[in-house]
């Protein structure tokens, strides 16, 4: 009795994937190739380019910038929360 349980379960892995795959087979369209036109023409008649001025290339000017202010803080630093506390920075388990 164990011996065709186990014919009936091999039977179901086998024929259920294979019956899908002969299903799916079936259902499928088979589309013709795509046509290709004997004869392929160009336009001829390209449009030309229109002559255009040369634009001018914005000349830099010699602006000075003022320095920004010196701070004694990393640039890096952009915590304002240790005003009036401790001088320490901020970091890794400051948290405090």
Do not use: H, N, W, Y
Request: charged fraction near 25%; proline fraction near 17%; hydrophobic fraction near 30%.
């Amino acid at each position: 009795m164990v011996f065709s349980r186990r014919i009936a379960a091999l039977a179901a892995v086998v024929v259920i994937p294979l019956g899908i795959a002969a299903t799916s087979f079936a259902l499928t369209d088979s589309p013709e190739p795509p046509k290709v036109p004997p004869k392929v023409e160009l336009d001829s008649g390209s449009p030309t380019p229109t002559p255009t001025r040369p634009q001018k290339t914005p000349t830099p000017t010699d602006e000075v910038v003022s320095r920004p202010p010196v701070t004694d803080s990393p640039a890096s630093d952009d915590d304002d929360d240790d005003r009036g506390g401790d001088a320490g920075d901020d970091g890794p388990g400051d948290d405090g």
